[in-house]
T-cell receptor, first 117, second 111 residues
């Protein structure tokens, strides 16, 4: 149980275009999903917290107009990187929390490798 | 916000010896402290976690200790094996909050 998927697993796009990444909880309802970014040989950094049916909460320094997050259902959150630039190339990982279980554990997706050329 | 410091950044131990990784956190409101193992290009894998109402937790060769007063927690791996080689991250958070991760420790098990 507690499986989270991400799509796509990797994507290459040209500078200036937008890319959408999907995060799905496959066997549980995720009232809260989190988006992290990880640059090579660095740690995971929280970008934003996404709550179903409400606006996402962004961490300091993360541009909300550049990283659009939508959490329209209890099993799906999307991250859209708008007007992507080479410096946005990174490993994007989502996680989901099963709030109904009362636990704190976050279940991570497999990540999406974004390369902007 | 929360700030998590992790040490050492690299740890090399002989196979069979123990490894200890230490983390400190700053926000006394954090109540959940997971440890993850991450292999290159893969998602973080939860190996053990502890909540603030517990001082120690053990799962076979892996143990975590938490000193809530001092705001530090540690990962202990005994009888290390080659497959333990990876990058390990500590994190702090809990509830509806996202996790703040340490910078990671590259654990190398020498045969």
């Amino acid at each position: 149980g507690a499986v989270v998927s991400q799509h796509p697993s990797w994507v290459i796009c040209k500078s200036g275009t937008s890319v959408k990444i999907e995060c799905r909880s496959l066997d549980f309802q995720a009232t809260t999903m989190f988006w992290y970014r990880q640059f090579p040989k660095q740690s995971l950094m929280l970008m934003a917290t996404s709550n179903e049916g409400s606006k996402a909460t962004y961490e300091q320094g993360v541009e909300k107009d550049k990283f659009l997050i939508n959490h329209a259902s209890l099993t799906l959150s999307t991250l859209t990187v708008t007007s992507a630039h080479p410096e946005d190339s990174s490993f994007y990982i989502c996680s989901a929390r099963d709030a109904t279980s009362g636990g704190d554990e976050q279940y991570f997706g497999p990540g999406t490798r974004l390369t902007v050329t | 916000g929360e700030n998590v410091e992790q040490h050492p950044s690299t740890l090399s131990v002989q196979e069979g010896d123990s490894a200890v990784i230490k983390c400190t956190y700053s926000d006394s409101a954090s109540n959940y402290f997971p440890w993850y193992k991450q292999e290159l290009g893969k998602r973080p894998q939860l190996i053990i976690d502890i909540r603030s109402n517990v001082g120690e937790k053990k799962d076979q060769r892996i143990a975590v200790t938490l000193n809530k007063t001092a705001k530090h927690f540690s990962l202990h791996i005994t009888e290390t094996q080659p497959e333990d080689s990876a990058v390990y991250f500590c994190a702090a958070g809990g509830g509806a909050d996202g996790l703040t991760f340490g910078k990671g420790t590259h654990l190398i098990i020498q045969p």
